[in-house]
C-alpha cells in the first residue's frame, strides 16, 4: 500500500488507469454558436469508443475541448482523474486532429516529425535517447511509412500525411489516444492496419476515442459508441446502444437507408431482407450469384448484373 | 607578393578592427539564427519592421543619455504590442498593420534626431557604424548577442515544433505562447544588436538572407541553423575585414557578401537549386524518349 502511495507521489499517471470522463460540457465558441450543450459521457481503460454524428454535430468540438483548446463554457473534462492541463503536462494524452495545419515547406522530414512525438519524453534539451529512436522506428513500421521516412514532409500523398502524423501520435505513448477521423482519405489497406493497431493497444489498456464516418466498421472494433448531435444522445455499449433506433435519431434524415428485399434482390422468394445503413460514403454492394465463388468471379457476376439492370431501364 | 600579404593583414593590427570583426561576427550569427524561423514563418518583413521601429528608442536613448539598447528595446516591444494590437482589434491584414506601426515609428524617430542632431547622428542609426562603436555600446551589443544564443541553444527544438505545428505543440504541453513572446524579444534584442553593425535599413537582410540561403540546401531544420549561422558568420566578419579597404559601410559589404552567397545557392543547390531543376526535367525528358525509342524499336521488331 505504502509503495503504491509512492509511485502515485512520484509519477501520478503512471498509476492511474487511462479515463475520459466529460461531465455537462458545453462549448460556446467566440462567434456565440453553441455547439456542444450538456455532453457527458465516461469511458474506462482498455476501450476504443466510436464518436458518431452528423457533419456540425460537434465531434471535433468534443476533441478540442478534451485537449483544452477551447475552453468549455460550463462543465469540465477529467482526463485519468486529473484536470486537462495537468494531463497534458504529464503526456497521458495524444491527439490527431481532422486536418493538420502545418506548413507543408517547412525543412523537416518524415522522422523529424515522428519525433516530435517523443519531446514530452526527453529533457530540456530535447536530445533524442536510444529509446526514442526505437519507438520512432516503431511507430513508422507500425503505419507502413519506414520506407518514406527520409522524405521531406510537403513530398508526400494526403494520405501518407496522415499516417506520418498518426505515426507522432503513437510514438508519444499516450494512455489516452484521440483521432479525429483517422480513416477519411486512407485506403482500405491501410484502415485495417490501423484497426488492427489500435486492437493491439485496447489489450494493452489504452483509452482511445475515434470520430468516423464509417458506420459499417463501428461494431467491427469499437467497444463503446457516444452519439453525438450537439449534445450526447447516447452513450455506452456497442451492442445496446448502437442500434438502429438510436442512429435515426442520431442522423434525422440525413442517413442513406438502403432496404434491399425479395424480388429486388433475388429471384426466389426469400422474406429476408438487407437493411444497409450508411452516413456520407455510399457503400458499394455486389450481390453476385454464387457467393462462395473467387471474388473475381463474383465481381464479373456483379457487373454482369448491373450490365442487365441497364438494359432493363433502357 | 609578401607586400601584399602584409597589406591584407593590416587590419588584424588594429585592436578597433578586432573588435568590429568579432561583434559583426556575434551578432551576424545569432541574427541568422533567428532568420531560420522567421523566413520560415513568412515574417521576414517583421525584421524590417523592428528595425525601423526600433530608431525613436535609439534616439530618445542618445538624447537623453541612457544606454541605447534600453531605449531601442522599449521601442521594440512597444511596435510589437502596437502591432498585435492593431491586429486584434482590425480587420487589417498583417501587412498593412506592419507597414503602420513601423513608418509611424520610424518618423517619430527621424523627427527626433533632426531636432537634436548635436546627440544623434541619423546616419549612424540608418546605416549603422561599427568600425567607430564606443566601448560600452559595443559591450551591450556583445551581451545582447550572447544571452540570446544561450536562450536560442536551449530553446530552439521546441520553437521549431511551435512554428510547424502549433497545435500539436500545446498538445503536448508546451508553452507556446510564452515560446512566441521569448522569440520576439529575442528578435527585437537582436535587431537592436544588429543597428550598431549594418544600420536600420539593413537589419533585415540579416534576419532574412542567412536562413532563406540554407533552406535552398536542406531538407532538415538542425542543418538550416547550421548552414545559416556559418553563412551569417563568416559573411559578417569578412565584411567587417573588408570594410578597412573599402572605407567605411561594413552593412552595405555584409548584406552584399550574403547575397551573393544566396545566389550562388539559388542556381546550384543541389535539390532545389534552378540548375538542378533543370537537370531534373532534362533527364525526365531523356528517359522517356529513350523509351519511346526503344519501345518503337521493339514495334518494328
Ligand atoms: N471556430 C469556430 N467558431 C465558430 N463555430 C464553430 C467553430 N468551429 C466549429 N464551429 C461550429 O460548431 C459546430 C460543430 O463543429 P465541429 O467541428 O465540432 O463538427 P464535427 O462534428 O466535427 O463535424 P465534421 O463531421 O464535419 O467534422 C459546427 O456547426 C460548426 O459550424
Ligand atoms: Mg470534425
Known amino acids: 500500500m505504502m509503495n503504491r502511495l509512492d509511485t502515485v507521489k512520484r509519477g501520478e499517471a503512471v498509476a492511474r488507469p487511462a479515463s475520459i470522463a466529460v461531465n455537462d460540457l458545453t462549448v460556446t465558441y467566440p462567434n456565440g454558436f453553441t455547439a456542444v450543450r450538456d455532453a457527458s459521457f465516461e469511458l474506462g481503460p482498455g476501450s476504443i469508443c466510436a464518436l458518431v454524428g452528423v457533419n456540425g454535430s460537434g465531434k471535433s468540438t468534443v476533441f478540442k475541448a478534451i485537449m483544452g483548446f477551447v475552453t468549455p463554457t460550463a462543465g469540465q473534462v477529467r482526463l485519468c482523474g486529473l484536470p486537462v492541463e495537468k494531463a497534458i503536462s504529464q503526456n497521458i494524452v495524444a491527439y490527431v486532429p481532422q486536418s493538420e495545419d502545418v506548413d507543408w515547406n517547412f525543412p523537416v522530414l518524415v522522422e523529424d516529425v515522428v519525433m516530435m512525438g517523443r519531446y514530452g519524453h526527453m529533457n530540456f534539451l530535447r536530445i533524442p535517447s536510444k529509446k526514442d529512436r526505437l519507438k520512432v522506428d516503431e511507430a513508422l513500421e507500425r503505419v507502413n511509412m519506414s520506407a518514406y521516412r527520409k522524405r521531406q514532409i510537403g513530398e508526400l500523398s494526403g494520405g501518407q500525411k496522415k499516417r506520418v502524423f498518426l505515426a507522432r501520435a503513437l510514438a508519444q505513448e499516450g494512455r489516452i489516444i484521440l483521432l479525429d477521423e483517422p480513416f477519411t482519405g486512407i485506403d482500405v489497406t491501410t484502415e485495417t492496419a490501423i484497426i488492427n493497431l489500435l486492437r493491439d493497444l485496447r489489450e494493452a489498456g489504452h483509452l482511445m476515442l475515434v470520430s468516423t464516418h464509417n458506420l459499417g466498421s463501428v461494431p467491427d472494433f469499437c467497444d463503446q459508441v457516444v452519439l453525438l448531435n450537439r449534445t450526447v444522445l447516447a452513450a455506452g455499449p456497442t451492442a445496446s446502444t448502437f442500434t438502429q433506433e438510436n442512429l435515426e435519431r442520431t442522423f434525422g434524415g440525413v442517413l442513406r437507408n438502403f432496404e434491399l428485399g425479395g424480388h429486388a434482390l433475388h429471384e426466389d422468394d426469400d422474406a429476408r431482407r438487407i437493411n444497409v445503413i450508411t452516413d456520407d460514403e455510399r457503400p458499394l454492394v455486389f450481390y453476385g450469384v454464387k457467393s462462395r465463388k473467387k471474388k473475381n468471379a463474383k465481381k464479373q457476376d456483379a457487373k454482369k448484373k448491373t450490365a442487365k439492370n441497364q438494359d432493363a431501364d433502357q | ?301
Open chain 2, 1 to 301: 607578393m609578401s607586400a601584399l600579404l602584409a597589406e591584407l593583414a593590416v587590419p588584424f593590427t588594429y585592436d578597433y578592427m578586432w573588435k568590429a570583426m568579432w561583434v559583426s561576427a556575434l551578432v551576424g550569427a545569432v541574427c541568422a539564427f533567428l532568420s531560420c524561423y522567421l523566413m520560415l514563418k513568412g515574417w521576414s518583413l517583421m525584421g524590417d519592421a523592428l528595425g525601423h521601429s526600433i530608431v525613436p528608442g535609439v534616439a530618445g536613448a542618445y538624447i537623453i543619455g541612457a544606454p541605447f539598447a534600453a531605449g531601442a528595446f522599449f521601442a521594440g516591444i512597444l511596435a510589437a504590442l502596437g502591432m498585435a494590437f492593431v491586429k486584434q482589434h482590425s480587420r487589417l491584414r498583417e501587412d498593412a498593420t506592419i507597414g503602420l506601426v513601423f513608418t509611424t515609428l520610424f518618423a517619430l524617430g527621424l523627427l527626433m534626431a533632426s531636432l537634436h542632431p548635436t546627440s544623434v547622428s541619423i546616419q549612424t542609426i540608418v546605416l549603422g557604424n561599427i568600425l567607430a562603436i564606443a566601448d560600452e555600446d559595443a559591450l551591450q551589443v556583445v551581451i545582447i548577442a550572447a544571452a540570446s544564443f544561450v536562450v536560442l541553444a536551449f530553446i530552439w527544438k521546441d520553437l521549431m515544433v511551435t512554428f510547424f505545428d502549433e497545435t500539436y505543440a500545446r498538445g503536448i504541453g508546451l508553452k507556446t505562447r510564452t515560446l512566441k513572446l521569448v522569440f520576439f524579444t529575442l528578435l527585437s534584442a537582436c535587431t537592436v544588436a544588429a543597428l550598431q553593425t549594418v544600420g536600420a535599413c539593413l537589419v533585415i537582410a540579416l534576419v532574412v538572407t542567412p536562413g532563406a540561403t540554407a533552406y535552398l540546401l536542406t531538407d532538415r531544420f538542425n542543418r538550416l541553423l547550421v548552414i545559416a549561422v556559418a553563412i551569417g558568420t563568416v559573411t559578417s566578419f569578412v565584411g567587417a575585414y573588408l570594410s578597412f579597404f573599402l572605407n567605411g559601410a561594413t552593412g552595405g559589404i555584409i548584406v552584399t557578401l550574403q547575397t551573393l552567397i544566396f545566389l550562388a545557392a539559388f542556381y546550384l543547390a543541389p535539390k532545389h537549386g534552378v540548375l538542378a531543376a533543370r537537370r531534373k526535367a532534362r533527364v525526365a525528358r531523356d528517359r522517356a524518349l529513350a523509351e519511346s525509342k526503344s519501345a518503337s524499336v521493339a514495334e518494328a521488331a
